[in-house]
C-alpha cells in the first residue's frame, strides 16, 4: 500500500495534533508544517508534495489565498469546532471537505479515502 502524505497544517509545532494520533497507522504519513503566510505555504506543498491537506478551520484564508497557485489537485480537509467558523465558499475544482469536532479518527480516514 502507498502510503498518504497527509500534510497538516497547523499553528504550533510543539504540540501533538489530534488529528495526527487519528491518523497515526501504516498507510498514512503526517507532515507537520507551520505556515502563516501563502508563499510558505506554497514552499511546503511543493517541496514535500502531499496528497491532502488537513487544517483547522482558521486556515480557510490562507489556504483559499493559496489554492489557485497550486497545481496538483490537492484535497483539502477543514476541520473545526463550530459551523461559524467554516468559510464554506466552495473551492472550485478541488476536492474539499469540512469535519466538525468531535469526529472519530475513522470518520476522517473514511472522509480522506473518499476525497482522494
Known amino acids: 500500500m502507498t502510503n498518504i502524505k497527509a500534510l497538516l ?4 509545532t510543539a504540540c501533538i495534533h489530534p488529528i ?3 491518523i497515526e497507522e501504516p498507510g498514512f504519513e503526517v507532515l507537520r508544517v507551520l505556515a502563516s503566510a501563502s508563499d510558505e ?8 508534495q ?22 496538483k489537485n490537492i484535497p483539502i480537509v477543514f476541520v473545526g469546532a463550530n459551523e461559524g467558523g467554516f468559510t464554506e465558499m466552495p ?13 472519530t479518527g475513522g470518520v476522517l480516514r473514511a472522509m ?5
Open 9 to 12: 497544517l497547523q499553528d504550533n
Open 41 to 48: 505555504l506554497l514552499k511546503c506543498i511543493f517541496t514535500l
Open 20 to 22: 495526527e494520533k487519528m
Open 91 to 103: 473551492i472550485p475544482n478541488r476536492p474539499t471537505a469540512y469535519l466538525k469536532w468531535p469526529f
Open 50 to 71: 502531499p496528497d491532502l491537506i488537513i487544517c483547522e478551520d482558521s486556515y480557510s484564508k490562507l489556504i483559499l489565498s493559496t489554492e489557485r497557485r497550486i497545481k
Open 112 to 116: 480522506i479515502h473518499l476525497l482522494i
